[in-house]
């Protein structure tokens, strides 16, 4: 080999190892036809063709690996057939390859929304604000974020911002008036969904939110704005799930019913639906339906207390002391210092005639909670049926001295003393118990203190 011929191949070596030490591939990749694909797959994504979306982009990504374009064009199309763990891979790889790829931020802070995770949404969309100080849909979605996350009061800066921008997006509007509710300031969300509906006068989520708001007032209209979020959208099982509470509310429970019932066809997840609706049974009376539905409310959430508690009262209606007994054990090993469900397990003992039993729950409920007037009443009331008479006035008395207008622990004092004999000082206590309101006491005394 020549002198000449030594020197060029040396420094070609040089410049090739020159280009890989600065990070500029040695051979280049064609550039032009991965943009041709993802071209083509972008037309896939409109027809909503996305698995032949994603075959087009790979296929670009397999032309040009360092093309942060395709990576984030495939991430949206792994976005929308909800493979969202593959869709943060591709995005976060657009962002390594482009810091400046806003579409990347956006796309992949839309992503955690999508997956809930909340507070690496808000870091995205920042990065987002950054590049594009005026990207509207970056604020409201932010804000949008900080109001799962509880973060109102600049959820609220985030949502005006937005509202500045662009003051005509019926969905800014609408969740500014979420804010607001969650702010507390409820009179002025009603001018937030006003606004949102005047802008969309089909927009079912805003008739139903103004309906809530308008419930929270005690304003009319709830009912009529209920109905028509589900005229407008007649799978929004929410909506039927608010209008059956405020039927509830107006003890038309049929009706509440029906619309639980609605909502659980649609959505058959939700525990409160089933709650709910036991609770529209119960007070028709149909204790067993209540039960049943109760019991899915446990299955589908076995860890909220209130349905134990709620299932325990019915069982004990129903007979079913060993079932009632055995959901209030559950809420005592959860929740060891809580007075109320020693106050049940003792009244379903009072029930079942074990008065001792009964006395040691109350006696624990009050260890709990010893300024409770009620616990007091009751715990005296067993005392007088096991014929305790004087530890039945003992705790007639504390009852009274915590509440000096307690009419019922007036009127049990007044029975006890009637049963032992002391008519003059029994009289003058019903006496005192008609006076503050007990609707037996005055006629109890018409009869026996003429």
């Given amino acids: 080999m020549s002198l000449v011929t030594k020197c060029i191949t040396g420094r070609i070596i040089g410049l090739i190892l020159l280009l890989i030490l600065c990070g500029i591939p040695a051979i280049s990749q064609d550039h032009e036809a991965a943009e ?20 087009l982009y ?48 956006r796309g992949r802070a839309f ?45 609220m800066m985030d949502i005006n911002t937005a509202l500045k921008l662009n003051p005509f997006r019926p969905e800014f509007n609408h969740y500014r008036g979420l804010i607001r509710v969650a702010l507390k300031d409820v009179k002025k969300s009603l001018k937030d969904y006003n606004k949102a509906l005047r802008l969309n006068p089909r ?3 805003a008739y139903h939110h103004r309906g809530i708001a308008k419930n929270l007032l005690n304003y009319d209209g709830a009912l009529a704005d209920y109905s028509k979020a589900i005229r407008y959208n007649a799978n929004y099982h929410e909506a039927f799930f608010s209008r059956g509470k405020y039927f509830v509310k107006e003890e038309k429970n049929n009706k509440a019913i029906e619309d639980f019932t609605k909502a ?32 899915k409310a446990v299955e589908l959430d076995g860890r909220n207390l209130a349905f134990y508690f709620r299932r325990a009262n019915i069982k004990g209606l129903l007979k079913d002391f060993e079932g009632a007994l055995k959901d209030v054990q559950f809420i005592i090993d959860e929740q060891p210092n809580n007075h109320e469900a020693y106050i049940q397990r003792g009244t379903i003992k009072e029930i079942k005639l074990d008065y001792n039993g009964a006395l040691t729950d109350f006696d624990k409920a009050l260890s709990l909670n010893p300024k409770d007037p009620e616990i007091y009443n009751h ?30 622990a007036f009127y049990n004092k007044g029975m006890t003393l009637l049963y032992m004999g002391k008519k003059d000082e029994a009289c003058k206590t019903l006496r005192k118990a008609g006076e503050y309101g007990h609707p037996k006491a005055y006629k109890i005394a018409r009869k026996y203190c003429s």
Wanted: hydrophobic content about 35%; glycine content about 2%; overall charge positive.
């Fill in 379 to 408: 715990r005296g009331v067993i005392k007088y049926k096991s014929r305790n008479y004087e530890g039945a006035l003992k705790d007639f008395d504390k009852a009274i001295a915590i509440d000096p207008l307690n009419n019922k």
């Fill in 36 to 55: 041709a694909l993802v071209k083509k797959g972008n037309i896939k994504v409109q027809e909503k063709r996305y698995k032949a979306a994603l075959k």
């Fill in 264 to 295: 659980i066809k649609i959505y058959s997840k939700d525990e409160n639906y089933f709650a709910q609706r036991a609770l529209a049974h119960e007070q028709n009376k149909d204790l067993k339906s209540a039960l049943k539905d109760l019991d």
């Fill in 111 to 155: 992503t955690e929304i999508l997956m809930e995770d909340y507070k690496d949404a808000i870091d995205d969309y920042t990065e987002a604000i950054k590049l594009h100080p005026k990207d509207t849909m970056s604020f409201f979605r932010r804000a949008v974020s900080k109001y799962y996350i509880s973060d109102f009061r600049s959820a």
């Fill in 203 to 205: 927009y079912a989520e």
């Fill in 58 to 105: 790979s296929q670009a990504i397999k032309k040009d690996e360092a093309y942060a374009l395709a990576y984030e064009k495939r991430a949206e199309a792994y976005q929308a057939l909800k493979k969202y763990s593959l869709a943060i891979k591709d995005y976060s790889k657009a962002i390594d390859l482009n810091h400046n790829l806003a579409a990347a931020y």
